[in-house]
């Protein structure tokens, strides 16, 4: 099994919706992160996490949300999509050298 | 906060030629990686080198922190290593900072 999963794996919404992307980690880091990859351009970190009280915001925090649930467990909300938010969402933990990235959403809002 | 650049922004090499990739970051950093995104949009682990240098196989890595660059080799290169490398650091704080990636292609 992974280390760092993401759920769903693809997924197509529309424009309006509300959607939650979930990350869970069996590593037992502290920190985790939540980035966004658009095409050309490299990941850009949307929020991060240094344990569940801790949370910011990172470079595109506008549109999202986060909320960590557990050590293990970091969710990334969309409250309202938008079809500017269509992109590849990784999540990732650290143990504060090495980053772990899980293997990705492949979100669609149209 | 940190700026990482890498180059060349594209590379299109023949199955078995050698190839450097660079990368600069704009302030000292205490974390530094490697990564290779697949076609499949999965991202590798290759190396972390806040300093000095790594082997594993074909591939290795510098990273020469007191000048802010690091470089990756890739050696005798395979139509496998097709994809996008990212050099990834962090400066202080433990937000990784992405560059904008080197896009691979290597012809059969």
């Known amino acids: 099994d992974a280390d760092v999963t993401q759920t769903p794996r693809n997924r197509i919404t529309k424009t309006g919706k509300r959607i939650m992307l979930e990350c869970s980690q069996t590593?037992?880091?502290?920190?985790m992160y939540w980035y966004r990859q658009d095409p050309g351009l490299g990941l850009r970190l949307i929020y991060y996490?240094?344990?569940?009280?801790?949370?910011n915001k990172g470079e595109i925090s506008d549109g999202y949300s986060v909320s960590r649930q557990a050590q293990a467990k970091f969710s990334l909300s969309l409250e309202s999509a938008i079809p500017n938010q269509t992109a590849l969402y990784f999540c990732?933990?650290?143990?504060?050298?090495?980053?772990?990235f899980g293997q990705g959403t492949r979100l669609t809002v149209v | 906060g940190i700026q990482v650049e890498q180059s060349p922004p594209d590379l299109i090499l023949q199955e078995g030629a050698n190839s450097t990739l660079r990368c600069n970051f704009s302030d000292s950093v205490n974390n530094l990686q490697w990564f290779h995104q697949n076609p499949w949009g999965q991202l590798i682990n290759l190396f972390y080198?806040?300093?000095g240098t790594k082997q594993n196989g074909r591939l290795s890595a510098t990273t020469v922190a007191t000048e802010r660059y690091s470089l990756l080799y890739i050696s005798s290169s395979q139509t496998t290593d097709s994809g996008v490398y990212f050099c990834?650091?962090?400066?202080?704080?433990?937000?990784?900072?992405f560059g904008t990636g080197t896009r691979l292609k290597v012809l059969a």
């Open positions: 990834a650091a962090t400066s202080g704080t433990y937000k990784y900072i």
């Open positions: 996490s240094f344990d569940v009280k801790d949370i």
């Open positions: 080198i806040p300093s």
């Open positions: 590593k037992g880091h502290d920190r």
């Open positions: 990732a933990t650290s143990e504060g050298r090495r980053a772990f």
